[in-house]
C-alpha cells in the first residue's frame, strides 16, 4: 500500500480543495502543515528532484512578493532549497508525496507532486 503525504498550510485554499477531492474519491492520506513542521533541506532536495526546483518554488504568494528584486534575481537551483527551508510558505501547495510501502523506503520509489487540478488528481489516483 502507498502512503499519501499531502504537505502545505492548513488555511490554504488550494489545500482544502485538494483534501476535500481526496476525501471525496475515498482516498486516505495524512497531512503534513509546514507551520508546524517545516522541511527539511535534505527533503526538499529530494522533492526539487522529482518535480524540478522552479515548480516547488511558488513566485504567486505574499513572502515571495515580500522578497526584494534582488533577493528575488539571486534564487537558483543552488540555494532553493536553503530558502524554502528557512520560508516553507514559498513552497508551491499543495505538495503530495506518495511512498509505496516497503521495508527499504527508496527515494527513488518517492513520487512528487506539486499544485492541485481535479484533472491531474484524477490521473494520479485513477479515478
Given at each position: 500500500m502507498t502512503h499519501i503525504q499531502m504537505h502545505g498550510i492548513s488555511n490554504c485554499d488550494s489545500i482544502k480543495k485538494a483534501k476535500q477531492w481526496l476525501k471525496a474519491a475515498g482516498i486516505e492520506f495524512s497531512f503534513r502543515d509546514y507551520k508546524k513542521h517545516p522541511p527539511s533541506v535534505l527533503e526538499l532536495q529530494t522533492w526539487s528532484l522529482q518535480v524540478g526546483w522552479e515548480l516547488l518554488l511558488n513566485k504567486r504568494g505574499t513572502t515571495w512578493r515580500k522578497l526584494s528584486a534582488a533577493q528575488q534575481e539571486a534564487v537558483s537551483e543552488s540555494n532553493i532549497c536553503e530558502l524554502l527551508a528557512q520560508n516553507p510558505s514559498m513552497i508551491k501547495r499543495p505538495?503530495?508525496?506518495?511512498?509505496?510501502?516497503?521495508?527499504?523506503?527508496?527515494?527513488?520509489?518517492?513520487?512528487?507532486?506539486?499544485?492541485?487540478?481535479p484533472e491531474q488528481y484524477a490521473i494520479i489516483f485513477k479515478r
Amino acid at each position: 500500500m502507498t502512503h499519501i503525504q499531502m504537505h502545505g498550510i492548513s488555511n490554504c485554499d488550494s489545500i482544502k480543495k485538494a483534501k476535500q477531492w481526496l476525501k471525496a474519491a475515498g482516498i486516505e492520506f495524512s497531512f503534513r502543515d509546514y507551520k508546524k513542521h517545516p522541511p527539511s533541506v535534505l527533503e526538499l532536495q529530494t522533492w526539487s528532484l522529482q518535480v524540478g526546483w522552479e515548480l516547488l518554488l511558488n513566485k504567486r504568494g505574499t513572502t515571495w512578493r515580500k522578497l526584494s528584486a534582488a533577493q528575488q534575481e539571486a534564487v537558483s537551483e543552488s540555494n532553493i532549497c536553503e530558502l524554502l527551508a528557512q520560508n516553507p510558505s514559498m513552497i508551491k501547495r499543495p505538495l503530495l508525496t506518495l511512498q509505496p510501502a516497503s521495508e527499504n523506503q527508496d527515494e527513488l520509489a518517492l513520487q512528487v507532486f506539486c499544485g492541485f487540478k481535479p484533472e491531474q488528481y484524477a490521473i494520479i489516483f485513477k479515478r
